[in-house]
């Protein structure tokens, strides 16, 4: 069993950065595909970005550019940099593991961009 958890939300002005960091906890990460998916109120949730277990990453064309995804296996941790925010980036952000059959989601972080 992995534990995601999610640190690093907050408020931010647009056109400002902010750095997520999502932590495994139970076992190894470092053989999981890992992403970052994004749900605003009354949306559905979407992909925002991913990186497989070789660091090959793949990002949506919304924040191509902007965002980046990089991972420290010594750490079992996933950081997801994002610059150049704007207010429709406005969501609750989600990590999530996936290895084979095993699929897990943090818990979710607040990401609040003002204009």
């Known amino acids: 069993q992995v534990q995601l958890v999610e640190s690093g939300g907050g408020l931010v002005q647009a056109g400002g950065s902010l750095r997520l960091s999502c932590t495994a906890s139970?076992?190894?990460?470092?053989?999981?595909?890992v992403a970052w998916f994004r749900q605003s109120p009354g949306k559905e949730r979407e992909f925002v970005i991913g990186?497989?277990?070789?660091?090959?990453?793949q990002s949506s064309d919304s924040v191509k550019g902007r965002f980046t995804i990089s991972r420290d296996n010594a750490k079992n941790t996933v950081s997801l940099q994002m610059s150049s925010l704007k207010p429709e980036d406005t969501a609750v952000y989600y990590c999530?593991?996936?290895?084979?059959?095993?699929?897990?989601w943090g818990q979710g972080i607040q990401v609040t961009v003002s204009s």
């Open positions: 139970g076992r190894s990460f470092s053989s999981y595909a």
């Open positions: 990186i497989a277990w070789d660091s090959i990453t």
């Open positions: 999530r593991g996936v290895v084979g059959s095993n699929d897990f």
